[in-house]
């Protein structure tokens, strides 16, 4: 893996990576190219919440912190491009490193949610290995919206045809606030979002943000609030939720019943990160700092939670009447892992690990179509 260096570069802080990325394959097609000049496959009926896409595949948040990364990644084919979750105001990172390699001890290099594994410890450090299984922590970082507001609407203004920009937020919990000031935090940040113009939005319900190693996405009642909220600020713009792995199928019914159900709600885009408790090899702590014994999986070794939340979400949707649009996420490294997730339901697939550690991913599955 020397000569290889993916758009994000892990050896580099957040901060470097905001200020000089993308690197590799995507500087070079900042350079040149147009986007999606090459990429009009003239598929019937894809779409994505509404918008027609050439193919609804693409990187969810995350890698893509601003402009010059969502281009770039317009530009190697990757028709939906979502711009980092954003936030009210600005908010710091942790501190490097952000990114470790991580190696689950299964046969076949899965993460099973529930599984004693990650109370007790995964081994995490720098080897970097395919098929690739990472832990991100960066704390959901965001600039000023006097900074990303401008930006986002550049972000927009750079799709090529059949290309569409995904702007993702989340509401900010501070010291201090009520659960009605934390609602209105989120119809917030949807409202500075639409100003920039944009046609659909994603938001983040499955960061620890509600304290440690809980998800906002565990109180579907909260959300269906907070929905109702966000609503009434953007209107018929539509709106998708970021879900974590949600085990108990009581639990993913109320979420659909209390968003979708009610109307707020047009889709659902899972999974995140599945939380596990990483260590070094002599079983320490790996990441450094109060609060950050565990940390959020992603790649290879989350795609078999992710296609079971895609399978849950797609019975619960033809059994409910519901409809709803499902974007599969976790663990899409390879063609066969996206037509996996399209058998499983899903309307849309996005790889954040796998695009990372393959910037002619998008390429590489509009070929095998
Ligand atoms: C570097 C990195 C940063 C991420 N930051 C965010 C974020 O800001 N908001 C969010 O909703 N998800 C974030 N994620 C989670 C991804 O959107 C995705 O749900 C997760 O990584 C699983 O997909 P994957 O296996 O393809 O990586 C991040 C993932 C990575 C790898």
Known sequence: MSDFEP????NRTYEDNYAQGPFGAFAEALKSGTAGEEEELGKAGESFLGQPVNLAFGIPAGPLLNSRYTTAAFRMGFDLATYKTVRSRAWGCNPFPNVLAVHPTSADGSLTPGSAELDEGVLADTNYEQPISISNSFGVPSQNPD?????MK????????GQVLVPSFQGSRVEGMSEEDYIADH????RLVKETGAKLMVMNTSCPNEGHNRLLCHNPLLVGRITEAVKNEIGDTPLMIKLAFIPSDDDLELMVRSTVGRGTVQGFSTINTISAKLVDKDGNQALPGAGRDRS????SAIRGAGLEMVRRLAALRERLGLDFAINGVGGVVSPEDYAAY???????VMSATGAMWDAELAHKIKASL
């Open 147 to 151: 900074v990303w507001q401008p930006d």
């Open 342 to 348: 399209k058998a499983a339901g899903a309307d849309s």
């Open 7 to 10: 758009f994000y570069d892990v």
């Open 296 to 299: 959020g999986v992603c790649g």
């Open 187 to 190: 119809a917030t940040t949807a």
């Open 154 to 161: 550049a972000a927009i203004a750079a799709a090529g045809p």
